[in-house]
């Protein structure tokens, strides 16, 4: 517990609080608290914690409480409120941990938990939940449907908010994530889920009350169970997955330090414009790891060439224009990538059939490689680098525009203009501070490499005739080929 802010210190002593003042009405005498009730529903959600912190197991379970919270919201649809207050503690306190503090998680989860399942429990009351179950404890009665489905829905509605609000708290105080950012998107995010686990935890609490008793109601737990570890096997391979595009482009940018970021931003695009489009939600996330992917052949191209100050000499530049062939070999056998496996390979194919490696045009290109092109080119030109600053977005949506038809696909184009008017473009980082550039913008000889001064590059040039900005050196040739190549100047 020292390790953790006093602020979060503070916050875990007021859930613990009110965790203690929830549950304490269940102890005073003549509270008729269904102690048999009470401890078999928190040995059942003790069980189903237990196996998180089996080595047998390993992680091949789900180790969350929020596995079980159809087991917590039948515990709050059967039990008096300071009652339910009491079944998710045993539990939280023994389950698994995977990161410290663990002490400070643990007695956090409970107390959250604690009053949680308490809000849930007096929606439910208030509502006439218990009525419509079948009357008190020992009443066999018929369940009021469709009536019982109101105080549920109360009740994971009360559910949902108190968790929010104490997720949002921790988040503040332990994680030191701003107030304004702490609560956004977690309700949205869980109410359906909350919902699904209510009905869950309402067929349960139906089958206890039912002449077939409590052990009817693990016909509903298993199978909740069940799912449950299959939702989180899911989670854990869309975990590993995410880890291995994280690993590549931490490498690609570690490599190639001038194009820091890149990579992101190009998926964030790629994303952009396949909205537009109207493509499925289920092709986005391939199309995001084809733009954060795109550039990954570049670890198969000498160091020296990515950073050489000065112009690339022509057995360079095909080198450099190796790059795609190097991806698409680097990820073949990840099978996850699907298209975005020949988005890396052709990204820099061109409408007109001059582009490489393989001189496709138009449809022969793939779509993901025609998306993925568009958001390269938009990035590389509104991103500042240490050679040359980067253009507005307006004058770079007009550069694309130019070049559509032959180097773009249109509809791509178009695409990408109506999302910026739409939504804006946060994504313009630099690759390098603005101080950087002017520092080397002042240099007395530019592209000249000091002792012990590191890598020094060229000054942004001075714009040509036509307006449009000439290559500076062959690093700015490069990166027209890496990515914008939107002037007569194509490599090779």
Same mark, same amino acid.
């Given at each position: 517990m020292?390790?953790?802010?006093?602020?979060?210190?503070?916050?875990?002593? +007021?859930?613990?609080?009110?965790?203690?003042?929830?549950? =304490?009405?269940?102890?005073? &005498? @003549? /509270?008729?608290?269904?102690?048999?009730t009470l401890a078999l529903l928190t040995t059942l959600y003790l069980v189903c914690e237990l196996p998180g912190r089996c080595p047998f197991f390993g992680s091949s379970v789900p180790i969350s409480a929020g596995s079980f919270f159809p087991l917590l919201l039948a515990a709050a649809f059967l039990l008096p409120p300071a009652a339910a207050a009491l079944v998710a503690i045993l539990g939280s306190l023994a389950g698994r941990v995977e990161q410290p503090p663990f002490a400070a998680r643990r007695v956090w989860r409970a107390a959250q938990l604690s009053v949680t399942v308490w809000a849930a429990s007096c929606a439910h009351t208030v509502l006439g939940g218990p009525g419509a179950l079948g009357g008190g404890s020992g009443d066999q009665g018929v369940p009021d449907f469709p009536y019982a489905l109101l105080p549920a829905c109360a009740a994971a509605l009360a559910f949902s908010l108190v968790l929010t609000v104490l997720d949002g708290c921790i988040l503040v105080t332990a994680e030191r994530q701003p107030a304004r950012h702490?609560?956004?998107? =977690?309700? &949205? !995010?869980?109410?359906?889920?909350h919902l699904v686990h209510a009905l869950a935890g309402l067929m349960m609490a139906v089958l206890w009350r039912s002449s077939y008793g409590p052990l009817s109601a693990l016909f509903v737990l298993l199978p909740m169970y069940i799912s449950c570890w299959v939702f989180a096997q899911y989670h854990r391979e869309h975990a590993a997955h995410r880890a291995t595009i994280r690993a590549l482009v931490q490498a690609v940018?570690?490599?190639?330090?001038?194009?820091? @970021? !890149?990579? #992101?931003?190009?998926?964030? /695009?790629?994303?952009?414009?396949a909205r537009e489009l109207g493509m499925q939600e289920s092709r986005l996330e391939a199309?995001?790891?084809?733009?954060?992917? !795109?550039?990954?052949g570049k670890l198969g191209v000498p160091t020296r060439v990515l950073r050489k100050d000065g112009p690339l000499t022509p057995e360079e530049r095909r080198v450099i224009e190796l790059h795609p062939e190097y991806g698409h070999e680097i990820v073949r056998g990840i099978g996850f990538l699907d298209e975005a496996r020949a988005a890396i390979l052709h990204h820099h194919e061109r409408l007109d059939g001059s582009g490489y490696p393989y001189g496709?045009?138009?449809?022969?290109?793939? #779509?993901?490689?025609?998306?993925?092109?568009?958001?390269d080119a938009f990035d590389a030109m509104t991103s500042t680098r240490s050679y040359r600053r980067g253009r507005p977005v307006p004058a770079a949506v007009a550069e694309l525009e130019r070049c559509a038809g032959s180097q773009f696909d249109p509809q791509m184009v178009g695409a990408l203009a109506r999302g910026l008017a739409r939504h804006g473009w946060s +994504?313009?980082?630099?690759?390098?501070?603005?101080d950087e550039v002017a520092v080397? #913008?002042?240099?007395?000889?530019?592209?000249?490499?000091?002792?012990g001064a590191g890598d020094v590059r060229r000054p942004s040039p001075a714009p040509s &005739?036509?307006?449009?900005e000439r290559a500076a050196d062959g690093r700015e040739a490069a990166d027209r080929g890496d990515g914008t190549d939107v002037s007569a100047e194509r490599p090779g």
């Open positions: 020292r390790s953790t802010p006093r602020a979060a210190r503070v916050c875990i002593l +007021g859930a613990v609080i009110c965790a203690v003042l929830c549950s =304490l009405p269940a102890w005073t &005498p @003549g /509270a008729a608290t269904p102690w048999g702490a609560w956004r998107g =977690l309700l &949205p !995010h869980s109410l359906g889920p940018d570690i490599k190639d330090k001038y194009t820091r @970021g !890149h990579s #992101e931003r190009v998926g964030k /695009a790629s994303v952009l414009i199309l995001r790891f084809a733009g954060i992917l !795109h550039d990954v496709l045009s138009g449809r022969q290109i793939p #779509e993901f490689a025609r998306v993925v092109a568009v958001a +994504g313009a980082a630099t690759a390098v501070t603005a080397r #913008e002042r240099m007395p000889v530019p592209g000249a490499r000091e002792e &005739p036509d307006g449009r």
